[in-house]
Nanobody, 125 residues
C-alpha cells in the first residue's frame, strides 16, 4: 500500500532553516503530483506548496513565497521542503500528500489521495 513518511521537523529559532523530507513507497512515484500542507492546533489544514510529477511546475501559498522551496528526487522517491527564514507563524505539523489526478486544483486537501502522518515544526521566538 502507499506510504508517505515525513522527517526533518524539529524545534528551531526565528530565522533558522529546516529541510523536510517525505519518503514514498508503494507507488510509482513519478506518476504522482506531490504537495506539502501544514496544520496548526485549532486550525484547518493549510496548503503550503505543490510540485508536478517531474518538478517543472511548483506552486506556493503567498506566506511562504521566497522562503520555502519544494523539490523532488524521483530516483529516491522523495519530496523535499526547504524552509528558510522561519517565523513563529510557521509552527505546525507539516504533512506531505500525493495526488493521482491531473486536474489543475492543487491547493485543497480534498485534491489529494494519500497522506503522511506529519512532522512537527516549532519555531521559537
Amino acid at each position: 500500500q502507499v506510504q508517505l513518511v515525513e522527517s526533518g521537523g524539529g524545534l528551531v529559532q526565528v530565522g533558522d532553516s529546516l529541510r523536510l523530507s517525505c519518503a514514498a513507497s508503494g507507488l510509482t512515484f513519478s506518476t504522482f503530483r506531490m504537495g506539502w500542507f501544514r496544520q496548526a492546533p485549532g486550525k484547518e489544514r493549510e496548503f503550503v506548496a505543490y510540485i508536478s510529477r517531474y518538478g517543472s511546475t511548483t506552486t506556493y501559498t503567498d506566506s511562504v513565497k521566497g522562503r520555502f522551496t519544494i523539490s523532488r528526487d524521483n530516483a529516491k522517491n522523495t519530496v523535499y521542503l526547504q524552509m528558510n527564514i522561519l517565523k513563529p507563524e510557521d509552527t505546525a505539523v507539516y504533512l506531505c500528500a500525493a495526488k493521482t489526478g491531473a486536474t489543475a486544483y492543487v491547493t485543497s486537501p480534498d485534491d489529494y489521495d494519500y497522506w503522511g502522518q506529519g512532522t512537527q515544526v516549532t519555531v521559537s521566538s
